[in-house]
């Protein structure tokens, strides 16, 4: 099978577009709860949270989403919601050394395997499911069967000798989900 020239230019940008697609990008603006889809609001209102709801209007490489920043009993929380207020995930924001034993040591000898060198920026337990085990989990912090758990990392790393920060995901079992370049140029998101 011989690939023309028009082919193999078209495979180029493919590949192109694939490894740019491997960006992360956010960008955060504050806003009112009033331009939040309803069905977000509502349900963040029927939560016990005490401490003030921040919203924002979140723009990224995955689309345009709204987040609802707060803490409870201590703990960070960003709930994400769809464009039109469907739940995307929520995440709580936990020290790396808090994460279970196995799931530390598995994470640092993927870290150690790939990267040179690396520090750990920011570590979140983010649980995707529906908003009834959701809630539960807000309210009780017992994390449920129902729910998918995974961890997500920013990490700075020196890599061939350059340094980057990646945002790097991985389910329950510490495998590999997903790796983004952060953008740190592009990027305008509320650290919290």
Known sequence: MTLNKSTLIIL????????SAQVKFEKEKRVKSSDVPKSATTWIDSLPFTHKIKWYKEISQDGT?????????KTKYSIEFTATGQLIDVELQTPFRKLNEAVKKEIEEVLTKNYDKYSI???????????????????????????????????????????????????NEVKLIKKLVVDQRRSDNIEF
């Open 12 to 19: 180029f940008f493919l590949v192109q577009l694939a490894a």
């Open 121 to 171: 920026q920011k570590t979140q337990e983010q649980y995707i499911g529906n908003k009834d085990s959701v809630g539960k989990l807000i309210i009780d912090k017992n994390t449920r069967s129902e729910l998918t758990k995974n961890y997500e990392l920013i990490v700075k790393v020196k890599e061939d000798g350059d340094y980057k920060t990646y945002e790097i995901t991985f389910d």
């Open 65 to 73: 989403s709204y987040e609802a920043k707060t803490c409870l009993h």
